[in-house]
């Protein structure tokens, strides 16, 4: 039965992909029956291409979507090759858990409140330094050319790609290349990017392009920081799923197609630009410059990054700093008082979505724990060797644009008369909560010593016996830093919750991100601010539980 | 008890690894594999307690007492094994280590702790149950290991190169400790290693083995 977890996994996972992608390309080509699309045709697309602004929303998309990802990619090698080996690289480290457990939305939102033009900077600079005693009428949010939205990806991004570094780092043995290349009078930088960037980099490449996938075509923080008129692909494509004329099905299916279209071509080109680089790279590796201390470098990396992570936390704090302000008017750096009313005022209201939210999460989290585990377990029961396409084929639901399939899975889930329900959005927040859970569990998994196993059975234990009281107790840290990240990524998510939960599911991601089309800042605040904290608390809790429980154990703490 | 092995070949990919047309080892005795790494030792090991990676293949049987056991699953098999390394269990005491060995059998949980206080008592480890593995020396904890697979009740003892992590002065003391319960118990032992000196010290038969192929690294 075990060996069959591998297949139910591939199926729960491929099924709503396969059904979803086929319930897109067809209405893109006319076919939808129940609004009586019967016949095959291009009208779908000529409807797309007389869209106004559809140029202008691709070369949006497209600007964006690489601006961010190039940006937050430099940044990380930057840091990397600054700081390798100092203890800085491990203190930010332990900074990045809770940075990763901040969903999209409510980080846009509190980037939002820090950057608008009467947000917390403009506020803390005011007037002594600006002058302004009302706002200036810039557009730093929503500004046409999409700025805010890059920054506020890149803002997200860094600590993700950062973190995937960090462990691929570990793997390419860094510190002994780096000790070779010091040795023959290689810089440290110039070393760095010589001998680990060449190594680090396959590592990185899926993980690159899944940040490349989300950038072009994320929703929620395109809607809460991106331009309005026109929006971005994806949310041009939400807008005509979301109106009220069904008939805009046609052309938006085939724009979420051209979006697949878009991010297919936009992956090649990068794959273009590895090539491109490598052949430069090698040239400039032949050529043997040894580079000069990185003095610069090691300066202005990690006073970006700390920047950066500086704006990570500061778009926390402001979300909680307006859930409690009283009154606030613009030049004022802090609120006049502070008070609990928004919060009373709130908690009926708030309480159905968050409770939504936990149930979701935990329901899709402990589904993804229990797949992951089955499949693992029959991994190394069986002796099965998964190979790179089962590896490609955990990604794929993080490098296909989410609405390219969601829309098509929601008539399948109308058909199979489960959309609206908790089930239906479970199981598709399972596609994504699963490949993050797996990948954060099976490199640990993989990597216990097979010797404790073998030597549990020795002295009699049975398979489950060795499961439950050996495996899953020494590898309890990882897997409930597996659960937490399934759960924040479950927090997270917009569409899946709103395709799936057709409009009737809410819950605090998908209220945030409809309240920040403008709501009181107190309110927002409160909603974004419990939304970023949910995960928070689920990360702590899987860092104190296995801290406490082992107090007594010396082998048991994090190396 | 005894324990035999006949006409065992292990394969991988069609290259035969291990070949053993007729092994015995007699009750309170103690068997040494020689050979240098890469000789497939450890692969003889890994198939003698089941644990052999489905990667092999494998022909032959081990019988213990005369019943075959090729079949069972490494937990019925009641082959103890004891490493390199002792592979204590981090996540438990050391009197939990134990109690991880004994058999679910003894019931009553005075006369288990009881078993386990007797057993860290004789070895001159009174008082230890409670303690945190990771703070025992190297020698305690190898004889922590040793009483965890003996608590078991094996009905054969093998043993992967087990002193090879211990320092000199300690390996001795060590090798006493667990020859002499082997014939105390009266149940046969095999052990691998590459060090001569725990051969001698085992007093048994000693079988050498050569790489399966010269060059094949």
């Known amino acids: 039965m075990l060996k069959a977890a591998p297949w139910l996994t591939a199926g729960l996972f491929l099924g709503p992909i396969a059904a979803g992608l086929a319930g897109t390309l067809l209405p893109a080509f006319g076919w939808l029956p129940a609004l009586g699309g019967t016949t095959l045709s291009l009208e779908p697309w000529r409807a797309l291409l007389d869209a106004p602004g559809l140029g202008r929303a691709v070369l949006l998309t497209l600007g964006t979507g690489f601006a961010a990802t190039i940006l937050s990619f430099l940044l990380v090698i930057a840091f990397c090759a600054a700081t390798q080996g100092s203890p800085l690289a491990r203190r930010a480290q332990a900074a990045l858990a809770p940075l990763l457990a901040t969903p999209h939305a409510a980080l846009a939102i509190g980037f939002a409140f820090l950057v608008a033009p009467s947000g917390w900077i403009a506020r803390a600079l005011s007037p002594w330094a600006t002058g302004w005693d009302r706002p200036p009428d810039w557009a730093t949010v929503n500004d046409p050319w999409g700025i805010a939205l890059v920054a506020g990806l890149t803002l997200k991004e860094v600590p993700y790609l950062l973190l995937m570094a960090f462990a691929g780092l570990g793997q390419v043995r860094a510190a002994e290349g780096m000790r070779a290349a010091a040795a023959l009078g290689y810089g440290p930088v110039t070393g760095w990017l010589k001998v680990v960037l060449p190594q680090l980099y396959p590592q990185l490449r899926l993980p690159l392009y899944a940040v490349l996938v989300f950038s072009l075509s994320v929703v929620d923080v395109a809607l809460i920081l991106g331009p309005g008129a026109p929006p971005t692909l994806s949310a041009l494509v939400l807008r005509w799923f979301a109106d009220r004329e069904l008939t805009m099905w046609f052309p938006a299916a085939a724009g979420a197609l051209l979006l697949l279209l878009v991010v297919l071509g936009a992956i090649l080109l990068w794959r273009l630009g590895e090539r491109v680089a490598a052949v430069l790279g090698r040239r400039w590796i032949a050529a043997g410059g040894r580079g000069g201390g990185g003095v610069v470098l090691g300066l202005a990396a990690p006073a970006l990054m700390g920047l950066l992570l500086a704006a990570n936390a500061a778009a926390l704090i402001v979300l909680l700093v307006w859930s409690f302000a009283g009154p606030w008017r613009f030049p004022e750096a802090l609120p006049a008082a502070f008070t609990l009313a928004t919060w009373q005022a709130q908690v009926p209201a708030i309480a159905v979505p968050a409770t939504a939210t936990l149930a979701v999460a935990l329901a899709a989290t402990g589904l993804a724990l229990l797949l992951t585990l089955a499949c693992l377990e029959a991994e190394q029961r069986h002796g099965l060797r998964p190979g790179r396409r089962a590896l490609l084929l955990i990604w794929l639901p993080l490098l296909l644009p989410q609405i390219a399939f969601l829309f098509g899975w929601q008539v399948a889930l109308v058909r199979l008369d489960l959309d609206g329900t908790m089930g239906a959005v479970v199981w598709t927040h399972l596609l994504f909560v699963l490949p993050y859970v797996f990948l954060s569990l099976a490199d640990p998994w993989r990597a216990l010593d097979p010797r404790y196993a073998r030597g549990a059975a020795a002295l009699g234990a049975g398979p489950w016996r060795v499961f439950l009281t050996v495996k899953c107790r020494l590898l309890l840290r990882p897997l409930l830093v597996a659960a937490a990240v399934g759960f924040a990524v479950s927090v997270g998510l917009y569409l899946p919750t709103l395709f799936a939960g057709a409009g009737r599911i809410a819950t605090l991601t998908t209220e945030a991100v409809t309240l920040a089309a403008g709501a009181d800042r107190r309110i927002l605040g409160a909603y974004a601010a419990l939304q970023a904290l949910m995960p928070l608390a689920a990360y702590a809790l899987a860092v104190a539980l296995p801290t406490w429980l082992h107090r007594d154990r010396r082998g048991m703490r994090p190396a | ?217």
């Open chain 2, 1 to 217: 008890m005894s324990l035999v092995i006949e006409e065992l070949e292990i394969t991988l990919a069609e290259r035969s690894l291990v070949a053993v047309s007729r092994l015995a080892v007699a009750p309170g005795e103690v068997v040494t594999v020689m050979g240098p790494s890469g000789s497939g030792k450890s692969t003889l090991l890994a198939w003698l307690s089941g644990a052999l990676d489905p990667a092999f293949r494998a022909r032959g049987r081990v019988t213990l007492d005369g019943k075959d056991v090729s079949a069972l699953p490494p937990h019925r098999r009641r082959i103890g094994l004891l490493f390199q390394d002792d592979l204590l269990f981090p996540h438990l005491s050391v009197a939990g280590n134990l109690a991880f060995g004994l058999p679910a059998s003894l019931r009553d949980r005075r006369a288990r702790e009881a078993r386990i206080a007797a057993a860290l008592e004789e070895a001159e480890l009174g008082g230890f149950g409670p303690r945190d593995p990771a703070t025992l020396s190297g020698g305690q904890r190898a004889r922590v290991a040793l009483l965890r697979t003996l608590l078991a009740e094996p009905r054969a003892l093998l043993l992967d190169e087990p002193f090879g992590k211990l320092d000199v002065a300690l390996r001795g003391r060590m090798r006493e400790f667990v020859f002499e319960r082997v014939l105390r118990l009266g149940i046969p032992a095999l052990m691998v290693t590459h060090d001569p000196a725990d051969a001698e010290a085992a007093a048994g038969p000693v079988l050498h083995v050569a790489p399966a192929t010269p060059d094949g690294g």
